[in-house]
Each structure stands twice: as structure tokens, then as C-alpha cells.
């Protein structure tokens, strides 16, 4: 299947982002030493700090956190928090290191924990109770898959489907089929990180009815041209999408600039409906961004060269 193209740039907006708030201190009085998975849910932030170890839950005033989950060898602890969702007001937390993925309840009490074959350190989501993550398999020659929670709390049930890129070389096939998985309101989207095309999967079928082809983005082109320059290493690759969001009907993507000098400050704005297609870029105020979150009238982002927390307002 070939992707869609829009060729025609002149008529993409740019727009200057400005900071309104941040911090870098949590009202806890404990610093922030990094964030992976900013998401918003009812105006309330939720990220992994990560020397912690723990999911916080922030307000979008900046003046309340809280913190779940604790770091330990216990089965209720965590080793490695890469990932988590909610369900209702019940937090789940993908905890590598033990390959487990563990359920807290609305007061964030440990409830118990399912065991997963596969985890993912992209965006996951889920519906009507299955899970949706990334998850390269060289022998059904998939890379997606869908966990189904049973009546057995200790495990899940997994299948597999989706349509990999095919990289002609096995260890790049599995490093590279990393992606992000957003969830749309009648299909979902998965956003690789090194690759300049978005792909719109249906949930019924797990057919893949369209892909979106934006290597003609200025910066895309730039950096693949700068990606193309490099020695191949069979065992590395350039990833330049460092986070991806979906709010309402866009896509937002947070991209670095490759080269002399590396920067992560752009945000594109792709529409799902009627198609795919990009209408906005923003230029958030730092320079090196990792992770964020969007809502009706702002960003929220984590700040790598100040280690701060970011309010930014953003025009529609």
C-alpha cells in the first residue's frame, strides 16, 4: 500500500509557542529529575519520574502532586516503570523489570499485578478492556499485539497482528519497529519514531486502510538527509519523533533536529479527518524537549536542559 502525500508546504503554519509556567520542584519539595509519558486526564498530569520510580500525578496548576507506586523487589514494587494507563479512575503500571504489569486503585492501593510476555516503552492504550502496544515478532512477522485481561488476574492473553517495515536486516527489523499507538475515536494510529509515515489501523479488523507519508516537512527532509549521510550500523539508528500525543481529532508530534546542532523543540499538527494531513507547526520556547502532553489550549512538556516541568500556550 502506498502512502498519501501532501507535497504543497506554503500554506503550513508556524507558530511560536509561548511559556507561561514551569517548575522543577514538585510541590512535594523533591526535584524532578526526568519524565517519560506526560499524558492529561481531567486536568491532572501523569508521568514517570524517573529516579523515583514513580508515576506522579500532577494538577495543571503546579501546586498538588502525587506519588504512586513504590520502588522495590517486592511483587507489589517496582523495578523499571516504563509505561502505565488508566482504566477508569484504576492506574496500571508496565513494569519491565519484572515484566509485569501492576493495578492500583483509585486511592492508589496495590491491588495485584497481570504477567505479560511482552512489554513496550512507546505510548499503549487501551479499549473495551484489550491493550494495545508495539511489539516486533519475527515469527508470525507482525508487530503489533493486543492483550486481553481474563478472569485470571496473574496473566493476560496476547495476539498478535499489524504490518512491519521491512528493514533487510533482522536486528534492524526488531530495533526499528518501535512504535507509539494513539488511540482515535474509529481507528487508532501507530507513530514510528524513525520512519516518516504514520499509519491509521482499523480495531475491528487490524487492517491498515491508510498511511501518511510527511517526509516533506522541511525538518523531516533535513534530518533524513542527514540520516542517509551516516555510515549504515546494523546494530543503531537515528530516531527523530521523540513523543507523540492525540487530542481530539490531531495528531501532534514532538520532533529533533539532526546535525551539527540537535535541538527538539518542533511540534507538527496532523488532522485525522478527513485524511491525514498536516496544517500547523509549532516551535516550543526551549530547546530540547522529551515528552508532553496537549490540551484545548496548551502544551505541557518536560524541559531536558532545565529538568523542568512546562506550561506553554499554544494557538489553535
Known sequence: MSATCKKDVTDLKIIDCTLENSIDILPDSTFISDALKMQITENYIYFIEKTSRQVIKLNTDFNKNTRIGTWGIGPQDLTEPKNYFLIDDT?????????????????YTYLHSFNVKAVSEQRIFTKNGILYMASYNKDSGTCLVRLYFTDKKEEMVMESFGQPFDFNHSLQNIIRNKRDLLKGNEYFYAVSDNQPIIEKYNYKNGNRPELFDYSFVPIIRENMKFINSKPYNPNSYTAFVRDSYIHKEALYLLISKQGDKFTANTVLRIDLEPNLNINTIYRLPGEIYSTFCVDDNSFYAFNSETASLEKIRREQ
Open 91 to 107: 492506574l496500571y503500571i508496565m513494569d519491565t523489570g519484572s515484566m509485569s504489569i501492576k493495578c492500583f486503585s483509585p486511592d
